[in-house]
T-cell receptor, first 115, second 111 residues
Framework: GAVVSQHPSWVICKSGTSVKIECRSL??????MFWYRQFPKQSLMLMAT?????????EQGVEKDKFLINHASLTLSTLTVTSAHPEDSSFYIC???????????FGPGTRLTVT | GESVGLHLPTLSVQEGDNSIINCAYS??????FIWYKQESGKGPQFIID?????DKRQGQRVTVLLNKTVKHLSLQIAATQPGDSAVYFC??????????FGKGTHLIIQP
């Protein structure tokens, strides 16, 4: 089946620094990728929709200047958490929609801890 | 979309019994529904899906039922095994948007 990878799988950063998370579709082209955030014992919440070559669409309440999304190619989207704070600590999960089938595949997630 | 609670509901079943996990969805315009399994520290894993023009779909040991009248979705797992222990989420999609996930249910298999 189609595979989506995320890098890094976990990261610890200091408050005030920025961290970049990559999401790659390994064996298919993804015109659309999504970024979700999941706090402990909670559900996944959609943060933004990322379309290749265009600006991301953010869900209500998600700061676009804080969570920078770049979808530069059909296989790569990046999420940069800028000026991270401890409350940004969460599990960030991306998913990608295969262009031909429109099926959605999830990455394994990235655990971000801000100290 | 669905609201997110602070605590996941828990369903505890004996190994070998059948499990039924329920989900209420909110968007009557949603036309596609999916059940995901999520193990601790991992991303969601696809289990089974159903489109709004169907009311039942069966897979291997799993069955999804859709009741559009009351906006209810259920996942039935037959003969549960220890490996079925996980959090199960339903998700809905309307159009080209990202998925809206339900609150999740923590399934615990008792030996």
């Amino acid at each position: 089946g189609a595979v989506v990878s995320q890098h890094p799988s976990w990261v610890i950063c200091k408050s005030g620094t920025s961290v970049k998370i990559e999401c790659r579709s390994l064996d298919f082209q993804a015109t659309t990728m999504f970024w979700y955030r999941q706090f402990p014992k909670q559900s996944l919440m959609l943060m933004a929709t990322s379309n290749e070559g265009s600006k991301a669409t953010y869900e209500q309440g998600v700061e676009k200047d804080k969570f920078l999304i770049n979808h530069a190619s059909l296989t790569l989207s990046t999420l940069t958490v800028t000026s991270a704070h401890p409350e940004d600590s969460s599990f960030y999960i991306c998913s990608a929609i295969q262009a031909q089938t429109y099926e959605q595949y999830f990455g394994p997630g990235t655990r971000l801890t801000v100290t | 979309g669905e609201s997110v609670g602070l605590h996941l509901p828990t369903l505890s079943v004996q190994e070998g019994d059948n499990s039924i996990i329920n989900c209420a969805y909110s968007n009557s315009a949603s036309d596609y529904f999916i059940w995901y399994k999520q193990e601790s520290g991992k991303g969601p894993q696809f289990i089974i899906d159903i489109r709004s023009n169907m009311d039942k779909r069966q897979g291997q040991r799993v069955t999804v039922l859709l009741n559009k009248t009351v906006k209810h979705l259920s996942l039935q797992i037959a003969a549960t095994q220890p490996g079925d222990s996980a959090v199960y989420f339903c998700a809905e999609r309307g159009g080209a948007d990202g998925l809206t996930f339900g609150k999740g249910t923590h399934l615990i298999i008792q030996p």
